[in-house]
């Protein structure tokens, strides 16, 4: 995202129109570079592998915690979690990433076809399709000439306003790379104090309490970095997702409790 659509993000919350139009000028816009190479096209993919790898492994620390388990088994179980629950979440957004990109190719190779085969219809369907927005009949067929003089103008265009289909750059191999570093990073953290537990035994008694301190802080920054994604207050963000581990974490804890208590 540019400097100058955060501006306009900005503007828009506070209803600031001086920011807005600063946001809009002329200059600015011309600098702007659309569909290009985003440097931040794995923010979804860091955020939401970090919110989930802290969310399920903290989920296991608490049933552990609940059942009175050892620190050793909570280790062993944590870090099973967090290496193969990681790995899957990473195998999925790959496999579901790759599979949007050869569709989309697809369909872009479709109407690539289309266009050097039978422009006609190709042009009729611009013609309807600005029509529908609203363009008045005489104004439609300049629109198609500009369109339609570009043959990747032309191609993108139908992608876009015919297919509801957005080019987006982006790699299946990167967003399961940014998942699974992102899952093992954050996801760690609940494990952390037990880790240290080993280091310095007197931190032992305390091993679960220091894990719920240092995720809680965690979830509620990882969180908050949603609203580089959803556009939500950052604070809102935060919260919502630390009620939504803690929920997690006292149902993984209550179920620790309940079934200790069968087996024993």
């Known amino acids: 995202m540019s400097e100058r659509v955060r501006d306009a993000r900005r503007a828009y919350d506070a209803h600031d129109l001086d920011l807005a139009r600063k946001a809009h000028e002329r200059a600015r816009i011309k600098e702007d570079t659309y569909h290009r190479k985003a440097t931040g096209q794995y923010i979804g993919d860091l955020v939401y592998g970090g919110l989930d790898g802290m969310i399920t492994t903290f989920a296991v620390v608490s049933g552990a915690a609940g059942a009175s388990l050892s620190a050793s088994v909570v280790l062993i179980l944590g870090f099973a979690n967090l290496l193969g629950d990681g790995f899957s979440m990473a195998a999925g957004n790959y496999l579901s990433t790759k599979s949007e990109v050869e569709y989309r190719q697809k369909e872009r190779e479709r109407e690539l076809w289309e266009i050097e085969n039978i422009p006609e219809g190709e042009l009729e369907e611009l013609r309807q399709i600005y029509m529908k927005r609203g363009v008045k009949a005489q104004d439609v067929e300049a629109v198609v000439r500009a369109i339609s003089s570009d043959r990747d103008a032309w191609v993108d265009t139908m992608m876009v306003e ?41 931190l032992g008694g305390a091993s679960f309490w220091l894990s719920l301190f240092l995720t809680g802080v965690t979830i509620f920054a990882v969180g908050s970095a949603r609203s580089l994604v959803t556009g939500k207050r950052w604070y809102m963000a935060g919260a919502e997702m630390a009620a ?3 929920l997690a974490a006292l149902v993984s804890y209550l179920c620790g409790v309940l079934l200790s208590g069968i087996v024993a």
């Open 162 to 202: 015919e297919l509801g289909l957005m080019t987006e750059e982006k790699s299946a191999f990167g967003s399961a790379l940014a998942t699974f570093l992102a899952f093992l990073s954050v996801g760690f953290v609940p494990l952390s104090s037990y880790v240290l537990s080993l280091a310095f035994p007197p």
């Open 244 to 246: 939504v581990g803690g």
